[in-house]
DNA sequence: TCTGGGGTCCTAGGACCC
DNA sequence: TCTGGGGTCCTAGGACCC
């Protein structure tokens, strides 16, 4: 029998936030930006939830229900320096941690009783040392599997420790709402009441194989979930494995939608450097790249090429993801967000002939001394996109065919 | 309700091959 | 000729998570 911890931080930004300003405590903060602009709230204080404010709702909404919260744009740095300290914490009450985002993470506590005690004991343990380094709050959910622990974190808030017994998954689960079930969202909760199932009990006394029919692969895992079970998906794998990510990708919403081809193909341009350093950074190459384009209307399509061979260098990046947008883009039509994503990820380029293969090795070895600029004296130390736009120009000149020639060296 | 950015996983259709 | 069947790759879209 497994016992896992899930530890989930509470109003993680918001109480990093209070950390810098104990001003800020007690009053409705709202962390993502400003009230009037574009973008959605990251994470609200209990006091601006208690107005309906919460995480993913629109930054003007949360004005509208709370105009006198405090919005705040963040600090991503302090949030991944803290996120790093639970982070040591934890590893001195497990060998086996995952983080699973920024502000919550699995342990394995699977044989630490000789050492820490039972599984209460120890998590009281862990909430203190917590508390004592870092001087946040956070709940921890105890159970046999990743998904009830997840679970019932989620119960235990705020500051509280929740431990659902051996045997008692499938009773703990019952009385909740479907939409307490990770993976259950919105648009499957509504089909889910649909069928007049609004409580895990009601999803726990069908049978699988209409839950299959009617839901197909999922539904088969949805049965497994009403009792307990880590039945199928991520939840059913190792804890502590990190893997390589499978993909790559930025993206940007532009203030103001726009149809200049100039202010969209420089935004490709840096998000194109931005997923390539990534890459390098990784030490992984892509073969398909996606550009993603979303119009006015919200409407967002993505249209994908893959390569014969796998990349990690920007030009060729940005070669792929405009030529995607100039030959999908409705001219005219006015553009909100683009994106550019590499999937197919591998930790090795592929087969290539030998004159491409010296021309790819001198660019990697110019990105990576841009890479180390940028890491010394910040972002915008290389001009974004311009060296690698400039570059492109003087390439499309001598060699149409946008094969790796002679020139240019990249400039840095 | 005027809707970010970074991911993962699933589905479904078509191409292509044997 | 009126039509197979499985496997794999690619593409597009969508649900969901934090």
């Not at 993502?32 to 003007?60: D, F, N, W």
């Not at 532009?254 to 390539?276: P, W």
């Amino acid at each position: 029998m497994r016992t896992v911890f899930h530890l989930d931080m509470d109003a993680f930004f918001v109480s990093v936030e209070e950390l810098f300003d104990p001003s800020l405590k007690g009053k409705p903060v709202v962390v993502g930006g400003q009230a009037h602009e574009r973008g959605v709230v990251s994470a609200a204080s209990y006091e601006a939830r208690k107005y309906g404010v919460h995480s993913a709702l629109p930054l003007r909404t949360a004005y509208q229900r709370c105009p006198q919260a405090i919005f705040l744009d963040g600090h991503p740095t302090r949030y991944h320096e803290y996120s790093g300290r639970v982070f040591e914490v934890l590893n001195g009450f497990s060998p086996v941690v995952e983080m699973a985002s920024i502000d919550e993470a699995y342990l394995d506590m699977t044989g630490t009783e000789r050492l820490l005690g039972p599984p209460l004991h120890a998590a009281h343990l862990l909430h203190e040392k917590v508390k004592q380094t870092t001087q946040l709050n956070c709940s921890i959910g105890i159970a046999a599997s990743r998904l009830v622990a997840k679970v019932a974190s989620d119960q235990a808030k705020p500051n509280g420790v929740l431990w659902v017994l051996p045997g008692q998954e499938a009773g703990f689960l019952a009385p909740l709402d479907v939409r307490r079930i990770p993976g259950v969202g919105k648009v499957t909760e509504k089909r889910l009441h649909a069928c007049g199932i609004r409580q895990v009990a009601d999803l726990a006394r069908l049978d699988e194989a209409f839950l299959e029919e009617k839901f197909g692969k999922w539904g088969l895992a949805l049965a497994g979930k009403a009792r307990g079970l880590d039945a199928g998906g991520w939840f059913d794998s190792e804890i502590g494995a990190q893997e390589d990510p499978k993909s790559i990708s930025h993206e940007h919403t532009f203030t103001e939608d726009t149809a200049d081809t100039g202010q969209i193909e420089s935004t490709l341009a840096q998000l194109s450097v931005m997923v390539g350093r990534r890459l390098r950074e990784h030490g992984l190459y892509a073969r398909t790249l996606q550009l993603k384009l979303r119009y006015k209307d919200f409407t967002t399509i993505t249209r994908a090429h893959t390569l014969d061979h796998a990349t990690q260098l920007d030009i060729e990046i940005l070669q792929k993801s405009r030529l995607l947008f100039r030959t999908n883009w409705k001219p005219g039509a006015l553009v909100r967000l683009v994106g550019v994503h590499a999937g197919s990820l591998a930790p090795a380029e592929g087969q290539m002939n030998l004159l491409d293969q010296d021309q790819s090795d001198r660019w990697r070895k110019a990105l990576g001394a841009a890479d180390r600029l940028r890491d010394k004296f910040g972002e915008k130390a290389v001009s974004l996109g311009s060296a690698v736009q400039g570059a492109y120009r003087e390439r499309t000149h001598e060699n149409p065919a946008g094969l790796p020639g002679k020139r240019p060296e990249p400039r840095t």
